[in-house]
């Protein structure tokens, strides 16, 4: 379980990096205008669909085990 958790926590922290040079990308006008938007807009879909299901898969996975130790709901 936690080994899944930490490989999605990898996956959102290189998406958020893509759209760090996106960004950078953008506003340099490095790739131009268009195409830097839509790189950008292309990560940004990307991360919702990675982010999304993040914290119900993690409350889904964690929530019982913490419980069992008084810390969870």
């Given amino acids: 379980m936690f080994d899944r958790l930490e490989k999605e ?10 759209i760090d040079q996106a960004l950078g990308a ?7 205008a ?11 879909e990307l991360l919702t669909d990675v982010l999304v299901p993040h914290p119900a898969d993690e409350e889904r996975e964690l929530i019982e085990p913490m419980a069992r130790f008084g810390t969870g709901r």
Avoid: F, K
């Fill in 26 to 32: 953008r506003v340099i006008g490095e790739d131009g």
């Fill in 9 to 18: 926590r990898h996956a959102i922290a290189g998406v958020i990096e893509r």
């Fill in 34 to 44: 268009g195409a830097a938007t839509m790189t950008l807009r292309s990560a940004i």
